[in-house]
């Protein structure tokens, strides 16, 4: 079995994987602040975002940022999902998945014990986590589509429930990524090694 040196130095990630994780940061940036101002013309619930927070000064504004970043968004994720496939990387990455294993790993990971030693693979709490995020982003999109392009999208609209519970999903799916993006942010810091990685591609000696 090889030692935990040797797999340190294995662990890469390929330049496209580094250049779609970091343009989707941005697009997912741009979705959330000028969505969380779109919501304001409207709110679907009893509060606003703060002002500070969001992107595009007002509701036209706000409105062409979504336009745009979504273009990113759409275009950047499929790209990412297709060459994740094409290398196979999607299967070796993320799988084998399963829930006993997501619990031994989260409670191995709450008890403090969980070894980050190896990157050259993620645990299955990150593996659920990332699948999650991935699955969440197309929901967003799709729901998106029906928002933007309600007669158009009829179907979908329908398999939605209908133009209002499309919103609240789109709403909720919206939340649910920014919940994963502050935890994933907390791992990072809290195994920066991960961000060199994610920034040069491979792990430098020592952290
Ligand atoms: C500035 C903000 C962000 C930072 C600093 C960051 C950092 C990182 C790092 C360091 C990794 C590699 C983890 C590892 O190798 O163990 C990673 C992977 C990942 N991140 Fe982020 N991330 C950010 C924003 C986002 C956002 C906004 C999303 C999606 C909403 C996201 C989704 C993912 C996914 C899905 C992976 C796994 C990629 C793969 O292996 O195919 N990240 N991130």
Excluded: C
């Excluded at 990971?109 to 995020?133: E, I, P």
């Excluded at 939340?175 to 430098?204: S, W, Y």
């Amino acid at each position: 079995m090889a030692s935990t040196a040797t797999l340190e130095k294995t662990a890469s990630h390929p330049g496209w994987l580094r250049l779609t994780h970091w343009l989707n940061a941005v697009a997912v940036l741009i979705m959330v602040a000028s969505g969380w101002r779109i919501f304001n013309a409207s709110p679907l619930f009893g509060f606003s975002f703060p002002s500070s927070l969001t992107l595009g000064g007002w509701l036209g504004g706000a409105l062409q940022w979504h336009f745009a970043g979504m273009w990113l968004l759409f275009v950047n994720g499929v790209l990412y999902l297709m060459l994740n496939i094409a290398s196979g990387r999607l299967f070796t990455r993320f799988f084998p998945l399963s829930l006993r294993g997501v619990f031994t790993d989260l409670s191995t990971a709450l008890r403090g014990k969980l070894a980050h030693d190896d990157l050259s693979h993620y645990n299955q709490v990150q593996r659920l986590a990332y699948l999650f995020a991935i699955v969440d982003i197309a929901l967003l999109i799709i729901s998106g589509l029906v928002l933007w392009k309600s007669v158009q999208f009829g179907l979908l609209r329908e398999l939605l429930g209908g133009y209002e519970t499309a919103r609240r999903v789109h709403f909720f799916a919206m939340a649910l990524l920014v919940g994963f993006v502050a935890v994933h942010l907390v791992m990072v810091a809290l195994v920066p090694r991960t961000l060199r990685l994610m920034i040069t591609g491979k792990e430098g000696k020592s952290s």
